[in-house]
């Protein structure tokens, strides 16, 4: 499969604990996307990369959220101190900087559920 | 600031009827891009067309067309001969020029086709 990959899929967690989320994206995308998206709405920016330098960060994104992507590679998005708030699907994204057609793709989420 | 519209939360239609999906924008920017996405139950967002405000010829790819006028800020969807596979949450986007992967989505439409 040489699609966008996020991992895991779904994480079940207690209000108070951290939590890590995964992206691989197609290998040779350099540009790196996390959206949020809750029930019933459309997906939310959050933040993005280009190669390894995180370019935008929605104000959506508390300090208890980080985003890397040390290698340029995969990247991680930690939440710290979770909150029931914060589930949600974590949307992961990946493009070609040119990008000609203007595609964005997208991996099928990790599910975030804070009790 | 930008925002996407959709006031249709969801439609039904019978397989082999037409459904349009409207989207109304709003940007102070002369520059940007309009995009459809397709999100089956599958949850992985499928990028069906970018459209750059320059450019308001309407599109059809297969049983798709879209309808972009400038004058009313509308960039509208149409399914011809729609089938059950038609079935999902269909999300349209704005985004800047210059910064075209970050998208402001709409809310969605549900579309559900019964055979």
């Known amino acids: 499969d040489t699609g966008v990959s996020q991992n895991p899929r779904h994480k079940i967690t207690k209000r108070g604990q951290n939590v890590t989320f995964r992206c691989d994206p197609i290998?040779?995308?350099?540009?790196l996307y996390w959206y949020r998206q809750t029930l019933g709405q459309g997906p939310e920016f959050l933040t993005y990369?280009?190669?390894?330098?995180?370019?935008?960060k929605s104000r959506l994104l508390s300090d208890r959220f980080s985003a890397e992507r040390p290698k340029g590679s995969f990247s991680t998005l930690e939440i710290q101190r979770t909150e029931q708030g914060d589930s949600a699907m974590y949307l992961c994204?990946?493009?070609?900087?040119?990008?000609?057609?203007?595609?964005?793709?997208f991996g099928e989420g990790s599910r975030l559920t804070v009790l | 600031a930008q925002k996407v519209t959709q006031a249709q939360t969801e439609i039904s239609v019978v397989e082999k009827e037409d459904v349009t999906l409207d989207c109304v924008y709003e940007?102070?920017?002369?520059?940007?891009?309009l995009f459809w996405y397709k999100q089956p139950p599958s949850g992985e967002l499928v990028f069906l067309i970018r459209?750059?405000?320059?450019?308001?010829q309407n599109e059809i790819s297969g049983r798709y067309s879209w309808n972009f006028q400038k004058s009313t800020s509308s960039f509208n969807f149409t399914i011809t001969a729609s089938q059950v596979v038609d079935s999902a949450v269909y999300f349209c986007?704005?985004?800047?020029?210059?910064?075209?992967?970050?998208?402001?989505f709409g809310a969605g439409t549900q579309v559900v086709v019964t055979p």
């Open positions: 990369f280009q190669n390894e330098a995180q370019l935008e």
């Open positions: 986007a704005l985004s800047e020029a210059d910064s075209w992967g970050k998208l402001q």
């Open positions: 459209r750059n405000s320059f450019d308001e």
């Open positions: 290998s040779e995308h350099n540009r």
């Open positions: 940007t102070r920017d002369t520059t940007y891009y």
């Open positions: 994204a990946s493009s070609l900087e040119g990008g000609a057609t203007g595609e964005l793709f």
